[in-house]
């Protein structure tokens, strides 16, 4: 008689259990779910422990974790459909800190696209069973795949000398911390022993312990040692910032508050959420799509300037209504302290900065910013403001597509510096109230913009660039701007610029994010973040190209220099509102960052 049996291995394991899940699903076996939920957690709990030691451990506990979620849901277990959306997370980060010469980057694509398709899933149920700390730790995960990687990198310069050993020798050791924490966070679900209603505390514990453990010093290089649990917290004690994450769900929306106050008191609870009635994820999607159809239209002169601002006046007034109503009943003194909100999803197309709150632009009355995660933010808040030169430049383009604002405007913004713009070319028509839209439809152009501007973005403390801007929503690293030639966000991406500068993007969408990744906030104000600035202002749809945007501009950088860009942009928003401009003039800008 054999005494000890074999385990089999995990990929058979997986591929029973899933035969399993199918079966039942498809008999209508509904009384099979129990034990189909125990061989999943039995997996489970033999995977995580493999994260290092086996390469497939990682992708097999991203794959029961998927289908396990669901007999959960068919049990309304909330607490155990955010366990699974929680380890399925780290599975996932845990792959993209070990990347190795035998990683898949196609495979790493699949799986995050899956991962990011369920956060909010994830996150609607972290909300209905009483963990709103786990919402921060499950966007911490799915809104830094591509630029955590950048973020180490440049935190690991600020750490080490220009050596390449020392910088090899920094990695190593920052990829080991990384991927220890990757995979003591997908131990959490599977370790909690206590009652359900209790984990959040747990958790919140958890991330107060190891928030003391990080980086005593504080001395750079702090991206590098932050991640997960953990970014949050230091996000909210290097900004000074309440954290608001907002996001739809199956049923309903969902806002989650990690309170500054809190964050030095272990007697207070850090977080805590509530629902958002009629904004699940159908809905967010469907006002995101109607804002970029009205935005078509209105490029392709199929609407009026005045029909177009109406429908962004409506959007604006629902904003406010649906979201940042309920928000400060249950808050009511974020209307007077800092807060930086952090949108999941398609809830980043909506316009928060400048919706309607008690009958004004959001902006203008909250000290508010936005930003693509907690650890953006920390990259944002890692520097003070820069000072020093000042970049401002045009180009509005010829033929159809001509800009004749941008011009002036470069001309307004460089007057308040006392310096001379860089104008690509001058306009050759007139502007016009009704001014057409900042974008141009199809592939930036093949030249690429010149070496000089790069090495002045790099270098300038204030950057302030109007010009058409052209999205790829399906490939965002192929978005660019149009400046005597394509300057690519894939090549942003890859420079260093002034740590704590501030840059202006008076274009396109640029705040826009990828339809494939959506998730990932993967845009222009993120990859900005990611390469040193503190603050990036940018747009959520076309910017017309009109004297009222000329003047915003203006107004903007007038204050600039005697507060943040974050005040600086509410007041000149403020401004234009008072004044009687089109929303469509104000509304899509937004400031990201510190």
């Known amino acids: 008689m054999q005494l000890?049996?074999?385990?089999?291995?995990?990929?058979?394991?997986?591929?029973?259990?899933?035969?399993?899940?199918?079966?039942a699903v498809a008999a209508q076996e509904a009384h099979r779910w129990r034990q189909i939920r125990d061989r999943a957690w039995e997996l489970l709990k033999d995977a995580v422990p493999l994260f290092v030691s086996d390469p497939k451990a990682p992708i097999?506990?991203?794959?029961?974790?998927?289908?396990?979620?669901?007999?959960?849901?068919?049990?309304?277990?909330?607490?155990?459909?955010?366990?699974?959306?929680?380890?399925?997370?780290?599975?996932?980060?845990?792959l993209e800190t070990a990347k190795g010469p035998e990683s898949d980057p196609q495979l790493m694509e699949v799986l995050a696209m899956d991962l990011y398709r369920r956060a909010e899933m994830t996150a609607y149920a972290a909300h209905r069973a009483g963990v709103p700390m786990n919402v921060a730790v499950i966007a911490e995960q799915i809104t830094s795949l591509r630029l955590g990687e950048r973020a180490l990198q440049r935190s690991l310069m600020a750490m080490a000398s220009r050596s390449m050993a020392d910088l090899d020798h920094m990695e190593d050791l920052m990829g080991t911390r990384l991927r220890l924490a990757q995979t003591s966070a997908a131990f959490g679900p599977l370790e909690f022993r206590g009652k359900p209603e209790e984990m959040n505390g747990w958790l919140e514990e958890s991330a107060r312990r190891e928030f003391a453990t990080i980086?005593?010093?504080?001395?750079?290089?702090?991206?590098a040692m932050v991640g997960g649990i953990v970014a949050p917290l230091e996000a909210i004690r290097l900004s000074g910032r309440s954290l608001l994450y907002v996001s739809g769900g199956l049923f309903e929306g969902v806002a989650v508050l990690l309170d500054e106050s809190a964050l030095n008191d272990p007697t207070r609870q850090i977080s805590s959420s509530i629902s958002l009635p009629g904004i699940d994820v159908n809905v967010v999607a469907s006002k995101a799509a109607s804002l970029h159809k009205a935005a078509a239209d209105r490029r392709s002169r199929l609407v009026s300037g005045r029909v177009f601002a109406q429908h962004v006046e409506q959007l604006l007034a629902w904003v406010g209504d649906t979201v940042w109503r309920p928000i400060l009943d249950r808050w009511?003194?974020?209307?007077?302290?800092?807060?930086?909100?952090?949108?999941?999803?398609?809830?980043?197309?909506?316009?928060?900065?400048?919706?309607?709150?008690?009958?004004?632009?959001?902006?203008?009355?909250?000290?508010?910013?936005?930003?693509?995660?907690?650890?953006?933010?920390?990259?944002?808040?890692?520097?003070?403001?820069?000072?020093?030169?000042?970049?401002?430049?045009?180009?509005?383009?010829?033929?159809?597509?001509?800009?004749?604002?941008?011009?002036?405007?470069?001309?307004a913004v460089a007057a308040v510096?006392?310096?001379?713009?860089?104008?690509?070319?001058?306009?050759?028509?007139?502007?016009?109230?009704?001014?057409?839209?900042?974008?141009?439809?199809?592939?930036?152009?093949d030249e690429s913009a010149g070496t000089e501007l790069l090495s002045r973005l790099r270098s300038s403390a204030v950057v302030h660039l109007a010009c058409h801007g052209v999205i790829a929503p399906y490939a965002p690293l192929k978005s660019a701007l149009i400046l005597?030639?394509?300057?690519?966000?894939?090549?942003?991406?890859?420079?260093?610029?002034?740590p704590g500068c501030t840059v202006v993007l008076s274009a396109?969408?640029?705040?826009?994010?990828?339809i494939d990744l959506p998730g990932e906030q993967l845009g222009f104000p993120a990859v900005l973040l990611a390469g040193a600035a503190r603050n990036v202002v940018a747009a959520l749809w076309p910017v017309p190209d009109t004297p009222r945007t000329v003047r915003l501009m203006k107004r903007f950088h007038e204050v600039l220099p005697s507060t943040t860009p974050t005040r600086a942009l509410g007041t000149a928003v403020g401004h234009a509102f008072d004044s009687g401009a089109p929303a469509s003039v104000w509304a899509p800008f937004t400031c990201f960052g510190a």
């Open 417 to 445: 510096y006392g310096t001379d713009p860089t104008i690509f070319r001058e306009s050759t028509v007139y502007a016009s109230q009704d001014g057409r839209l900042r974008t141009v439809s199809g592939r930036p152009p």
């Open 60 to 94: 097999i506990a991203h794959a029961t974790a998927k289908i396990a979620i669901v007999p959960e849901m068919a049990s309304g277990s909330w607490h155990r459909v955010m366990a699974l959306g929680w380890i399925a997370s780290t599975a996932i980060g845990f």
């Open 4 to 23: 000890f049996r074999r385990k089999k291995s995990l990929e058979i394991r997986y591929l029973e259990l899933k035969e399993q899940i199918d079966h």
């Open 332 to 411: 009511p003194d974020l209307s007077q302290r800092p807060v930086a909100v952090i949108p999941l999803g398609e809830f980043a197309q909506l316009p928060l900065y400048t919706a309607m709150v008690e009958g004004r632009p959001a902006c203008s009355v909250l000290d508010l910013t936005i930003a693509p995660s907690a650890r953006s933010l920390v990259m944002a808040s890692e520097y003070p403001t820069a000072n020093g030169e000042v970049l401002v430049a045009a180009d509005p383009s010829s033929g159809d597509d001509e800009l004749p604002c941008v011009v002036d405007e470069a001309k």
């Open 508 to 514: 396109c969408d640029l705040a826009g994010i990828g």
């Open 484 to 498: 005597g030639g394509a300057l690519s966000l894939e090549t942003v991406l890859a420079e260093d610029l002034l």
């Open 215 to 223: 980086d005593q010093d504080r001395r750079g290089g702090r991206v």
